[in-house]
């Protein structure tokens, strides 16, 4: 498996217009549904995932298995507004490392939205998920201490990284926490478009140390994300050389 990594430079001062006119701005701020809007619109099927958006100063990174080529052909063709909320006229791009090997040390950094599936079909965030029940859920649920949060989202972490054996971590810290309002749509409204809700949830920031387990499972590990709302700005899983600042 070989994919690009791709980096795209947003104009904060076209981007924050374009979600607000679209009514794609969460409550919080949050840009990951316009940005997933923008990336379909200028892309199509073969809008980049996941992707990791690190603000105004250092622009967007993703990961795409597509033709260089094909996806510059379909950026050209993208209305005027959208080439300058993504910055397409600034696309840039390198083939990314494939060829690992079992045991590689390397440093990690992947926001993530640490949820799982509840009985009822439901997103739940992993930490309630685990302490529901409990006499101190109300409590718990408010806030709950980052300590315990830390346990609970490293667990979940560790088993997202060792599906088919693609990695074990070596060592990891939540580097940053909150609770986040996020947009997604679903059905349809009276009006026949499709309703637009906040979604409440975690959204952290794990920083450390992996180890490469199956150099073909850690490729799709890489190419597929981890985690939910992978095609909203969570699940990159940015790498540099195991020791680097």
């Given at each position: 498996m070989s994919f690009q990594l791709l980096r795209l430079q947003p104009d904060p001062t076209a981007l924050a217009p374009w979600a607000t006119r679209h009514r794609l701005l969460s409550p919080d701020g949050d840009y990951g549904y316009a940005l997933h809007a923008l990336l379909s619109e200028a892309f199509g099927d073969l809008a980049p995932k996941p992707f990791h958006y690190l603000g105004g100063r250092q622009g967007l990174l993703a990961y795409t298995a597509a033709d260089l080529e094909i996806l510059r052909l379909n950026a050209s063709l993208a209305p005027p507004d959208v080439a300058r909320a993504l910055g397409l006229d600034h696309?840039?791009?390198?083939?990314?490392?494939?060829?690992?090997?079992?045991?590689?040390?390397?440093a990690f950094e992947v926001r993530v939205r640490p949820v799982v599936r509840s009985k009822d079909g439901r997103e739940r965030d992993a930490y309630l998920h685990v302490v529901e029940g409990t006499a101190d859920t109300g409590q718990i649920a408010g806030n709950g201490s980052i300590a315990g949060r830390t346990v609970i989202y490293s667990d979940w972490l560790t088993q997202q990284f060792a599906v088919d054996g693609a990695a074990q971590?070596?060592?990891?810290?939540?580097?940053?926490?909150?609770?986040?309002?996020?947009?997604?749509k679903?059905?349809?409204?009276?009006?026949?478009?499709?309703?637009?809700t906040n979604h409440a949830g975690p959204d952290a920031v794990f920083k450390g140390q992996l180890l490469v387990g199956d150099p073909t499972a850690f490729n799709r590990l890489l190419a597929r994300g981890v985690g939910r709302h992978r095609a909203f700005g969570f699940g990159m899983l940015l790498l540099r050389p195991a020791g680097s600042c």
């Open positions: 696309l840039e791009a390198r083939p990314f490392p494939s060829a690992w090997r079992a045991g590689q040390r390397l971590i070596a060592e990891a810290h939540l580097d940053s926490f909150r609770l986040t309002r996020v947009l997604r679903a059905g349809s409204g009276d009006n026949g478009k499709r309703k637009t």
